[in-house]
């Protein structure tokens, strides 16, 4: 008997009978005897509809009250899922965020949990029931609701898991696993077996929606055993992720290849190269809320330096009128602005121990005469920032360079 977290995403759990669908999969391991605790979502577009819906009555709606409506979407699935596993002969109980104690900071539409009363749980399932939570809130010191951010029910998932340390957590949704890139983009692209926490992380980080980021940093942290699967394919395994890379198998040099597509760029032109420049121009554009991702500065010439940083396009309008400020006060001569970057990148802890990753990637870019604009690096990735418009070709041309496709 092993003790299951399941977390099932919003397309999973998207209509009346993908919840009986949803049942039938949890008496199934309930039937082999397992202790199932369920996450869910709410019903897939239900956290956007009820965002819209707030935005109808206020421009700016306090981020406590935000958290009041969005939060509704998952009590509505808790509830459902138990009708339709007590209607198929299961005993089953629902909880909301702050009836299992989801203890998080205070910080509204973006709280992090800090702790989980797992007793009252322990005790239903040892009771006979399949306890069902909803995933994306919970509850502050004061009482108040919280949510998680977006796709933050991944994150419930593994926290419980790792509260209750369940022998495994199984992320269901509605695709069959991680894979090395986009399927949409390259229908060549193959479903990993295994992937280790760590390339995990930069995917998500880099634009893999997989998996939500923080859900993976916490399954890392505590060790909890993280499966991706379908909810809609009997009998596939999935995707592991596991903690270590397999020191028996030779390891790929490249997992997969991760792309962001709304990203601009942000050039200082000119301006004075001396010590405190950088804290200049990124302390205000960090002071405005807005991330930051690639950075370049280049030798200087004549005692100026042009400065060069990447943030989300949708920040780009924002970042503009910050350093337009800065451009008087540090006395820069201009600022120049690109909205249609992207940015792909390759990953692999393979990349530690075979030297040629990045001129291999960079050869490849230039023979489709692909302009590489930014380069980044990490110990087991290379981004780099391209023009938007060259964004599939780069990824197929690396998928297929790198060997990533099927296996005839
Ligand atoms: N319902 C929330 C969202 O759409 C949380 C989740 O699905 O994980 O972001
Ligand atoms: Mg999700």
Redesign the pocket.
């Given at each position: 008997m092993a003790l299951i977290v399941q977390k099932y995403?919003?397309t999973s759990v998207g209509s009346p009978e993908r919840i009986r669908n949803v049942a039938r999969k949890v008496a199934k391991f309930r039937a082999e005897g397992h202790q199932v605790v369920v996450v869910v979502?709410?019903m897939s577009g239900?956290?956007?509809r009820l965002i819209a819906l707030t935005k109808e009555v206020a421009a700016n709606p306090d981020p406590r009250e935000l958290d009041v409506v969005?939060s509704t979407?998952?009590q509505v699935t808790i509830g459902l899922l138990c009708m339709a596993l007590q209607d198929i002969g299961e005993k089953a109980k629902s909880y909301t965020g702050g009836q299992v104690r989801i203890l998080t900071d205070s910080a509204h539409t973006k709280a992090r949990i800090l702790n989980i009363d797992e007793a009252p749980i322990r005790r239903d399932l040892d009771e006979g029931n399949v306890v069902v939570v909803a995933?994306?809130q919970g509850v502050d010191e004061h009482g108040n609701i919280t949510?998680?951010?977006?796709?933050?029910?991944?994150t419930?998932g593994v926290a419980l898991a790792a509260a209750l340390k369940a022998d495994e957590c199984q992320i269901y949704t509605d695709v069959d696993g991680v894979y090395t890139t986009d399927p949409r983009i390259v229908p060549e692209a193959r479903k990993l077996d295994t992937i280790t926490f760590e390339e995990m992380l930069e995917l998500a980080s880099l634009g893999s929606k997989v998996l939500?980021i923080r859900s993976v940093e916490f399954a890392g942290k505590y060790k909890v055993k993280l499966r991706v699967l379908s909810s809609f394919e009997e009998g596939g395994a999935g995707t592991l992720i596991t903690v270590e890379e397999d020191k028996h198998m030779e390891q790929p040099v490249i997992s997969g290849i991760a792309f962001a597509r709304d990203e601009a760029k942000l050039t200082v032109v000119g301006a004075p190269d001396r010590p405190g420049i950088a804290y200049q121009i990124l302390g205000p554009i960090a002071d405005a809320n807005i991330d930051v991702d690639m950075i370049i500065q280049n030798i200087g010439h004549d005692g100026t330096t042009d400065f060069s940083f990447t943030v989300a396009r949708g920040d780009l309008a924002k970042a503009q009128k910050v350093l337009d400020g800065v451009k008087a006060h540090i006395g820069a001569k201009a600022i120049e602005s690109d909205s249609t970057m992207c940015k792909v990148s390759i990953v692999g802890v393979g990349m530690r121990s075979h030297p040629g990753v990045a001129s291999l990637m960079f050869r490849t870019l230039a023979e489709e005469g692909i302009n590489i604009q930014m380069i980044s690096t990490s110990e087991i990735k290379i981004s780099v920032a391209i023009e938007d418009k060259y964004l599939e070709l780069a990824v197929r041309a690396l998928h297929k360079a790198f060997g990533l496709e099927a296996a005839a």
């Open positions: 995403g919003g979502s709410a239900e956290t956007n969005v979407g998952e995933g994306f949510t998680l951010g977006r796709g933050g029910s991944d419930t939500q």
